[in-house]
């Protein structure tokens, strides 16, 4: 997945068109949503990309449920919600999309939750955050509870992926950010690996950003991870 991390629609646009005829997920976050809006999404949608809503809905269950409605009707494939907002916040996101979406057939989105944000270190989760214990037992935590509530998956980090597999069953998917390969800046990023780390730890959805839109080519650091992970 590309993260269209991206001030405008043109800006993202000019990326796009770069990376064109090159199959991938289109991941859609708050800054590009915030500035292009609902009708640069279902353009993505209409000109036949795969499109994650990377929204992070964490609010009270009614208020959630509304945008998850809202959410559905652009017709994305995915969107996400936090797990520390709670199961019943979590249910409350699926209860929107069927009732947004009613009951003709229409496949609903994937929806996943996110559980501690790949920036998020263990000492600043410990100290800051005030949940004690390992990222992992949060992690994991946060995992049950996103399952519990129906939710098909977890955003984490790739180091994660085996410990929320073996405590949530093979199906439930992980769709892992803090993907940097070789060489590549690390950022504000905290639990990274590289592409070829995080398939082989059996991650269903990368997402990438900087490491393909800060390149100075991105079609060829798109390709340069492709050919990594064939390779793998
Ligand atoms: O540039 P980089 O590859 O670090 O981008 C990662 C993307 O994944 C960003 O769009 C960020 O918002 C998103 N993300 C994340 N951690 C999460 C959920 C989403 O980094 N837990």
Do not use: W
């Amino acid at each position: 997945m590309v993260a269209l991390d991206y001030p405008d629609a043109a800006a993202a646009e000019a990326l796009l068109r770069n990376l064109e005829g090159i199959a991938c997920y289109i991941k859609v976050g708050m800054q590009l949503y915030y500035s292009a809006g609902p009708a640069f999404v279902s353009g993505l949608k209409e000109r036949g990309y795969l499109v994650f809503l990377d929204l992070k809905m964490h609010d009270i269950p009614n208020t959630v449920k509304g945008g998850a409605g809202s959410i559905a009707k652009l017709g994305v494939d995915m969107f996400n919600v936090h797990a520390a907002g709670g199961v019943r916040m979590m249910e409350a996101a699926l209860e929107g999309v069927d009732a947004a979406l009613g009951g003709g057939g229409r496949q609903r989105p994937t929806v996943i939750a996110v559980t501690q944000l790949t920036s998020t270190s263990q000492q600043v989760m410990n100290d800051e955050i005030g949940i004690a214990g390992s990222t992992e037992d949060a992690v994991i935590r946060y995992a049950k509870l996103a399952k519990q509530a129906g939710l098909d998956g977890v955003v984490a980090s790739p180091q994660e992926v085996r410990a929320i597999k073996e405590a949530c069953g093979e199906r439930f998917q992980t769709i892992t950010p803090g993907i940097r390969p070789a060489g590549v800046d690390v950022g504000d990023q905290s639990r990274i690996m590289t592409p070829r780390e995080a398939l082989l730890q059996g991650t269903d959805y990368m997402v990438i950003g900087r490491a393909i839109t800060g390149a100075a080519d991105p079609r060829q650091a798109l390709e340069n991870i492709i050919e990594e992970l064939i390779g793998s």
